[in-house]
């Protein structure tokens, strides 16, 4: 006669799946916040005329290599480890710097975002960086087109730029004139869209420009001369002759690879 109390209990008619959800619920990430380095009488919100958030890979190549640039804060997302960065601010930091550019009193402002924000994040991040302690009158965002959003086919040989306006942009005087708008059904997500989600809420101008390809020298050259041309004309840039091995300098295509969530 069998004994139910010593037998091997039968497997269980849960899947591994079902029975995890009788665990308890992980903790919730701690919010973002912002470190602003600023002078103890100087004030606390900054109001830049234009404020430039760097997402796309050569916009942030650029932006390296400004000389007139002055580190003024960070934005830190606590789930993304420091290990691997340096004290001084390099392109394969993960890290998201926020600089004031020339010898103006924070009049532009510029936000190097070096790491990848998730969808869940890219709210949380664009609240603190716009509308919080950045107020600014004018947002330029940066960003890349992704293959998989757009309405096409996409070849590694065409080097392009759309853009996408807020209402009160498109009612003022826009600075990317001579883009074309992204085209109809093709969408934006991620902080990017996030970012111009935000100015709308805001009433803020603010345009959103992709580019394509995402790696290149040719869209190195033509996101720069959008930049002289339309948005900052007479910026210097130090490239020392690098600007042709754009890509394997910096190496940011490894940061939409070997990106952990959660370490």
Known sequence: MEDAITDIPPPSRFFQDDLNNFTPPSPPLPSPFLLLFQ??????????????IAISSPSLYLFHHVPSKTLIGTLILPEMPFSGNTIEPSLKDRSCNIYSLGN?????????????????????????????????ERVLILDSVNSQNFRGNLSRDETFAF????????????????????????????????????????????????????????????VKSILLKCVLPGLEFDMKGDEDDAHPKFGMKDRYLDFELYT
């Not at 002078?39 to 430039?52: A, F, G, V, Y």
């Not at 603010?206 to 580019?211: A, D, F, I, M």
């Open 163 to 222: 853009k996408l306006e807020t209402l009160m942009e498109r009612r003022n005087d826009p600075p990317l004139k001579g883009l074309d708008y992204f085209p109809s059904g093709s969408v934006m997500d991620g902080l990017g869209a996030a970012l111009l989600a935000r100015c709308e809420m805001r009433k803020i101008k603010g345009t959103l420009c992709v580019s394509w390809p995402q790696f290149g020298h040719s869209v190195v050259s033509l």
């Open 104 to 136: 103006t009193e924070n009049s532009v402002i510029i936000v190097s975002v070096q790491y990848t924000v998730t969808a869940e994040r890219s709210y949380s991040v664009g609240k603190l960086l716009i509308g919080e302690q950045i107020n600014p």
């Open 39 to 52: 002078k103890p009488n100087s004030k606390r919100t900054l109001r830049p005329s234009l404020l430039i």
